[in-house]
Nanobody, 115 residues
Framework: QVQLVESGGGLVQPGGSLRLSCAASGNIVSVNVMGWYRQTPENQRESVASIVAGGMPIYADSIKGRFTISRERTKNIMYLDMNSLKPEDTAVYYC?????????WGQGTQVTVSS
């Protein structure tokens, strides 16, 4: 079992920045993938970014160049640094963990970009 706890969401003006965090705990295995997904108010869903343990990140075209995903190995924490935020980035952001043991999701954190 893996537990995921997200934090960092909130209200930000267009052009602003936020840092989302996802802390993973439990039965973490060495080969795994963690990533961020989002669901917009219009119910559009997409993968935002993902990163393999010990590997390189992969980004969706819609956010490439603005968001950065990273992992802190020793603490099993994943971050999403969001810059130059746009109203279209408004969504509930979910943390995901996938390994040979299964797929796990966090509760989600709301990001609202509005003036």
């Amino acid at each position: 079992q893996v537990q995921l706890v997200e934090s960092g969401g909130g209200l930000v003006q267009p052009g602003g920045s936020l840092r989302l965090s996802c802390a993973a705990s439990g039965n973490i295995v060495s080969v795994n993938v963690m990533g961020w997904y989002r669901q917009t108010p219009e119910n559009q869903r997409e993968s935002v970014a993902s990163i393999v343990a010990g590997g390189m990140p992969i980004y969706a075209d819609s956010i490439k160049g603005r968001f950065t995903i990273s992992r802190e190995r020793t603490k099993n924490i994943m971050y999403l640094d969001m810059n130059s935020l746009k109203p279209e980035d408004t969504a509930v952001y979910y943390c995901n963990y996938v390994s040979r043991d299964g797929s796990y999701w966090g509760q989600g954190t709301q990001v609202t970009v509005s003036s």
